[in-house]
């Protein structure tokens, strides 16, 4: 059974600074890994989707990484906001088999200071 | 274009009760997956529906059904409703459930149970 851990569950940093969110998967038959960001109370956004084949994806200060072998992705946010602050989840998505839903890491919260 | 749109936004509900919530996904968009989102469980699936099929369906009691129209829109009925079921649900859609651009969530549903 798959299994996702994201650490730190929650980090604070003042504006500016540059930080790394981490998500682990136990199982690495997957066919694509997603980040989602979610404020309270919302619906997820999704950010950046990775497929299997790909090592990396970029949207503006947002760069998310795959290595599949070690069962890890990253989620890199540069210069961060205030604006950023909210909870980010991976999720992965197996390669095959009946049961193909979105397995779900518990989430980093994630407070940027002004 | 239109996102996922989840009706109604807010429900407040007596133990005991029923409840239908509605999911009206992406146009074009034939898959459509369930999640409750709870503090202590996290993001857990519910069932996923393509074609007006069920696909495959989480680890949740009998109490918990869902059903796909032919137009895509989707209905999750919870009977005999339990404070613990008081949750965020969340619908996802997606072009197929093999589609390699990932899920597009909705704004969820927050039921209470009281």
């Known amino acids: 059974k798959q299994e996702v851990t994201q650490i730190p569950a929650a980090l604070s940093v003042p504006e500016g600074e540059n930080l790394v969110l981490n998500c682990s998967f136990t199982d690495s038959a997957i066919y694509n890994l997603q980040w989602f960001r979610q404020d309270p109370g919302k619906g997820l956004t999704s950010l950046l989707l990775?497929?299997?084949?790909?090592r990396e994806q970029t949207s503006g200060r947002l760069n998310a990484s795959l290595d599949k072998s070690s069962g890890r992705s990253t989620l890199y946010i540069a210069a961060s906001q205030p604006g950023d602050s909210a909870t980010y989840l991976c999720?992965?998505?197996?390669?095959?088999?009946?049961?193909?839903?979105?397995?779900f890491g518990s989430g980093t919260q994630l407070t940027v200071l002004p | 274009k239109a996102g996922v749109t989840q009706t109604p936004r807010y429900l407040i509900k007596t133990r005991g009760q029923q409840v239908t919530l509605s999911c009206s996904p992406i146009?074009?968009?034939?898959?459509v997956s369930w999640y409750q989102q709870t503090p202590g469980q996290g993001l857990q699936f519910l069932f996923e529906y393509f074609s007006e099929t069920q696909r495959n369906k989480g680890n949740f009691p009998g109490r918990f059904s869902g059903r796909q129209f032919s137009n895509s829109r989707s209905e999750m009925n919870v009977s005999t409703l339990e404070l613990g079921d008081s949750a965020l649900y969340l619908c996802?859609?997606?072009?197929?459930?093999?589609?390699?651009?990932?899920?597009?969530f909705g704004s969820g549903t927050r039921l209470t149970v009281v």
């Open positions: 999720a992965v998505r197996p390669i095959s088999g009946s049961a193909r839903q979105l397995t």
């Open positions: 996802a859609s997606s072009f197929s459930p093999a589609d390699r651009y990932g899920y597009t």
């Open positions: 146009s074009g968009h034939r898959s």
């Open positions: 990775i497929q299997s084949s790909q």
